[in-house]
């Protein structure tokens, strides 16, 4: 049985939750991905929603760290500016919004106030072609970097769409990949893959070359199970989204484990809000055992996240603050939860 | 291995599956009837689709905030898995112990009940009962959260015999109640947050929480009870067992076996006035459940090696579910290889055809039989058949065209056509008239040519066309 609680301690500590869960406007609906503007004063959160669902709760809300909003950009369709399976987003030197979309294989661009302005990408396995665009980031050379999934590598294309160069395929050696997911990109431009298939992250030089794998399939400490996302701060501590654990953990630079988190989510001020104006729901919750000792029907973390409303429950992808303050982003409770250093 | 025995193992597919292609019913020839049942009751592997790849595409099948996701994974499951019948069997006792979203609004713990009821349905029926009372989507559904100690609640009492194990007229309104006592204290945790939060549909701010089953010691009735001539300080454990040993029970359930399995009997509230269409089958059956000491594997198992279900006389006497048809038919098209968009369509062309999983229209489930064939049903069930199956691209159609190219350069005729669309769509046998029909379409629609192994466009979209014909006749929509 998975443990419960907080194992916490030398690297992480819990900070705040922003975010709830709204099918519109103000809210998030099955956020998948979370960039930050270049000055860190914008949020941007991508809802992935789904096929049933109202068109406008597939979007983009923008809000800042504190949780003030600034509204909404994007809505389920395919014409400009919308959107199908979004999967990744990601913000450029210029303050430009990428949003890839798994299912209409591309890449839709935005302006910093959400105005559609192009998309680019098409479906294919040549090289520039898309199958599957999940994760997606900007190298230290302002160069898109997007997880090409179903094609099992990743490519490299300009802010204008432009290939660059791919790398990658289908297998499990080093190097190869399986569905891989989020990415990430550290100081010295080297490229670390959430290989979700693989059960592990790979890292990458800059141009592609394979420079180590860490981690194995499994629950254990420094062990993955489909791996979503990835990001490396500016000390070289590799953060993983352990999806399929349902919990983040912290790598050293040289891949060695440090410390493994579930979760420990508070109300957030949306919360707040929402509760302060639903005083019967809010009092129920109040009585109520939100942490209960039960028999779970099996040790998948999945079950035990889906009774434990304060445990990650599909943490998908991370974000860092200026601060070195970690924004995991939480698909299945629909929001953020927020680490800084314990120093 | 004679074809008779293939259509005889086509048959047991059917029934006890989703259908097979022509490819698995010769992989099954090769063990033989009795081993293709042993193989179906066999379920240790089911699914090479992983739920984590559905939950990475599909978040909401993992989370459930809206009513059918749970639903569209099931879905998933029934067209991907490797072992139908567990499927089925989650079928069939799903639609005994229907539980509905309308009433419950929390998609979780109805995924959950479903999961619960894959873990335990082909084992010892008593373990499924009490399950079955233990589960919390259950609990919602019949107000056992409101059966206290000093006041109780008989809903899930009386449910529990006349729907659930023995049926109407074999026990007293004493009995329900003294049922009913023995169930106080089943409820949920943390139940007065979670019926609020279901009361309003809320999923704020969160999203949903799983429910959990919860024993209120204090709000449990554990004075003595006389429930069905027998007397004693009786739980909810004990009222099952006694239940369990009921002859009434065992009928009960064996005509649900051998309305869902072998042929369609009427509604289940006709049964006190009508008797069963073969009462010998019954009493078989009711045997084969008390020899095996209650478990629903081995009655199974029973069931389909018996003489009264590989009888002819049963073949095609069942209209499939909604759920059946859209599974069979997105299992012989070989195209769901991988979670995809396309996916939430197809549960809502099953809501059109009249069946809606986890939402029964009433506590006593789907009727099925002839009740899912209406005019409107019927074009659904046509279209849907004849629109999949008639797509040139998928696996399954492209299996088609290799088989007919195979028959060499030329022309095809068309009673050749009809022999191998027929074999590839399951080894259906039409009846003399159909074929009939079949074969006058397939001659009027113009020649199909081979060339150089190769079927043309113009040549494909022909064979689709019969495809389609028979997706829509009355066998093919029949198991």
Redo the contacts between chains.
Sequence with gaps: MATKGLEQGQFLRYVRTVG???MRGRGF??P?DSAMSNDGGRLYVLS?S????VSDSMRVTMLNEDGEYFGVFGSAGIGDGQF??PCGIAVNDQNRVFVTD??LNRVSVFNESGEFLKHWGSEGEMEGMLNGPSGIVFDRDNNVLIADSRNHRIQKFTSDGEFVKSFGEYGSGDGCLN?P?GLGVNQEGEIFVAD?GNDRIQRFTPNGEFVAKYGSSGREEGEF??P?GVIVNQEGYIYVADW?NERVQVLSPDGEFVQKIRGQ?T??E??ED??GV?V??AG??K????E?D?EY?ND?P??ES??I?KLF??PVSLMLDAEDRLFITE?????IQVFERDN | MPESQIELIAHLARRAGFGATREELEEYGKIGYEGTVDKLLETSSPQWMS??LI??????E??M??G??GLEAWLYRMITTDAPLLEKMTLFWHGIFATGYPKVLNA?PLS?QI??FKKYAMGDFRDLLVEMARDPAMIIWLDNQQNHKDSINENFGRELLELFSMGVGNYTEDDVKECARAFTGWTI??C???E??SA?D?????????W?YEFDAQDHDDGEKEFLGRKGNFNGEDIVEIICEQEATARFIARHIYHFFVADEPPVPQWPYQPPRDPEAINQIVQAYFDSNYDIKSVMKFVFNSDFFKSEDCWYEKVKSPAELVTGVMRLTESVDRPQ?E???RQ?RMQYMGQTLSNPPSVEGWDGGTTWIDTGALVERMNFASEELGKLETPGSKELFSKIAFEGNGEVEADRIIDICLKHLGTINVKDDTRSKLVDYASENGVIRVIDQEIDDLGKEKIAGVVKLIASTPEFQRA
């Design positions: 709830m869960t709204t609906y099955y998948i992935r789904f096929e049933r669902a199908r399976w798994e299912y569905l997911w979700w199970t489909r979503a399929g989510a109300n957030s949306w919360a929402f509760l639903n019967e729901e129920a919750r009585r109520a055992n939100l209960p039960i029907f998948d999945h079950e889906s009774h409303e429950w599909g698909t299945n409770r629909h929001r | 739920e984590y939950r990475r595409y599909h978040p909401d993992s989370s905030l809206a059918l996701s979780k959950d999961r619960m945790g943390n007065e947050y979670m609020l939060r309003r809320s999923d704020w701010p969160y999203g949903r929480i799983s959990h968009y996916h939430s369509s809502l």
